[in-house]
C-alpha cells in the first residue's frame, strides 16, 4: 500500500490558478499510473487527470486547457496546477496511485484537500 499525502488546496477566486502536491510514501508508484480525481458535494467522484510513468497525460473534458498534471518520480510526486478556475470546480480533489495492470478507479487514494472556488 502506498501512503499518499496532499497539499495545496484552499479558497481561490473565480479566474484564479491553484497548484496541488501529492507525495507519495514510496518509489513503487514511479512505476505508477497517478491521477487526481475530485468530488462535488451530491455528485459522485470523477476523474481529472491521470499520467502514466512515461508521462503520458488524460484529461476530463471539462478541465482541458485549463489543468496540467505533471509528475516527479525522483520525489515520489505528482502535481495538478489549475488555472482559469471556475465555481464548478469546488470540490474535494483526491490522489490516486495504482499499478498500470488495475483498471482505472482503483489503488490507493489520499485524504483529500478542499478547493473552493469563490468570490
Known amino acids: 500500500q502506498v501512503l499518499l499525502v496532499e497539499s495545496g488546496g484552499g479558497l481561490v477566486q473565480p479566474g484564479g490558478s491553484l497548484r496541488l502536491s501529492c507525495a507519495a510514501s514510496?518509489?513503487?508508484?514511479?512505476?505508477?499510473?497517478m491521477g487526481w480525481y475530485r468530488q462535488a458535494p451530491g455528485k459522485q467522484r470523477e476523474l481529472v487527470a491521470v499520467?502514466?510513468?512515461?508521462?503520458?497525460?488524460n484529461y476530463a473534458d471539462s478541465v482541458k486547457g485549463r489543468f496540467t498534471i505533471s509528475r516527479d518520480n525522483t520525489k515520489n510526486t505528482v502535481y495538478l496546477q489549475m488555472n482559469s478556475l471556475k465555481p464548478e470546480d469546488t470540490a474535494v480533489y483526491y490522489c490516486?496511485?495504482?499499478?498500470?495492470?488495475?483498471?482505472?478507479?482503483?489503488?490507493?487514494w489520499g485524504q483529500g484537500t478542499q478547493v473552493t472556488v469563490s468570490s
Open positions: 499520467i502514466t510513468s512515461g508521462g503520458s497525460a
Open positions: 514510496k518509489s513503487g508508484p514511479s512505476i505508477y499510473v
Open positions: 490516486n496511485a495504482r499499478p498500470p495492470v488495475l483498471p482505472a478507479g482503483t489503488g490507493d
